[in-house]
Every structure is written in structure tokens, then in C-alpha cells.
């Protein structure tokens, strides 16, 4: 694994020459939004951003903290993401107005201390958002990351789950956790 000196260099050297289509899950707030703003600034604001989520005014809130060349588009997609039908409903709406991805970011999160507690369709929320939800985009949304692919150009997901569930500092010399096993 790189370290993170050159994971950030590597970034920051990141210039695509088509602008690219990025959809962040549970991009309104923590690591999404975080990871939202990074992209975008890397690529000086050339990013045709979606965030999907519960919230439009944090998304709207985040699309006016970024830069924002003309021509680019930023769209909020709402999706309640405990329902697989609501997220093939999203992934419909999301197909209907692009034709390709070439950055799917999954990190939408849910915290819940009490037990097992379904959603309408019979499972678990802590299960639908760790897993279910993720695998669910990533099927709908397949062929628009095969489509970038074909066009020579990046096609990724990135899942990120369970952030600021621990207290243990990241050692981001160390993140392949080859010197010190622990989290």
C-alpha cells in the first residue's frame, strides 16, 4: 500500500482529460462530503458531481463550497437508501440523465445501538447500510461504470464504512497496518 505522502501526490497529479461523473451515496456530510470536496478541488471544480442522500440543503450547502467552472453540473438525487426500492428508483433517475460513471463513492452510515431494527422490506438498517445498499448501487450502476471503462476512460467504487466507530489515531505512514496491527 502507498503511503499517504505519495497517495497525495498522486492525487494532486490527477488531470483527466474528460470531465468526469462522480456519485457520492451519503455524500451531505462526514467522509462523503469530505471526500466530495477533495475530488472536486484536485480537479479544479471539472467534476460532474451527484449527491445522494436524505438532505438537499447539505448538499446544497456543499455544491456552493466548491469551485465550479462553467459547464459542469452539480445534482442532488434524493434516496431514503434503507429501501432497495428506493434505491433502484435512484439508480433509474441517476441512468436517465448521464452515460457513464467513472466514480461511485459509497459511505453512507447509520449508528444504532439497540438491536435488530427492519426496515418495511424485512432487513436489518445496520445490515442494509453496511451492505445490502452498497452491493444494491453497485448492481444498478454497473453498466454506466462498464460504459467509462469501454471509453478508455477511469471506472471505480469506493466504499467506506464504519468511520469515526473507534478511537484509535490512523498511523497514514502505516494504512496497509503492516507495522502496527490494530484498529
Known amino acids: 500500500m502507498p503511503s499517504f505522502t505519495d497517495a497525495r501526490a498522486s492525487n494532486a497529479a490527477f488531470s483527466p482529460p474528460y470531465t468526469p461523473v462522480a456519485v457520492f451515496v451519503g455524500g451531505t456530510s462526514g467522509v462523503g462530503e469530505a471526500m466530495a470536496n477533495a475530488l472536486t478541488s484536485y480537479l479544479g471544480g471539472n467534476l460532474h458531481l451527484f449527491i445522494v442522500g436524505r438532505n438537499s440543503a447539505a448538499a446544497e450547502k456543499t455544491f456552493e463550497s466548491l469551485p465550479r467552472p462553467s459547464g459542469v453540473k452539480r445534482e442532488f438525487v434524493y434516496c431514503d437508501a434503507f429501501l432497495m426500492r428506493n434505491i433502484v428508483a435512484t439508480c433509474e433517475e441517476i441512468?436517465?440523465?448521464v452515460?457513464?460513471?467513472?466514480f461511485l463513492v459509497l459511505s453512507a452510515g447509520y449508528f444504532r445501538v439497540t438491536g435488530r431494527d427492519e426496515t418495511e422490506e424485512g432487513l436489518d438498517r445496520l445490515l442494509v447500510m453496511r451492505y445490502y445498499c452498497r452491493f444494491k448501487f453497485i448492481v444498478e450502476l454497473l453498466p454506466l461504470l462498464h460504459a467509462a471503462k469501454e471509453r478508455g476512460e477511469d471506472a471505480r467504487v469506493i466504499t467506506v464504512r464504519g468511520?469515526?466507530?473507534t478511537d484509535v489515531p490512523v498511523d497514514r505512514e502505516d494504512l496497509g497496518l503492516r507495522h502496527k496491527y490494530r484498529f
Open 163 to 165: 468511520m469515526g466507530m
Open 99 to 102: 452515460d457513464e460513471i467513472n
Open 95 to 97: 441512468k436517465s440523465r
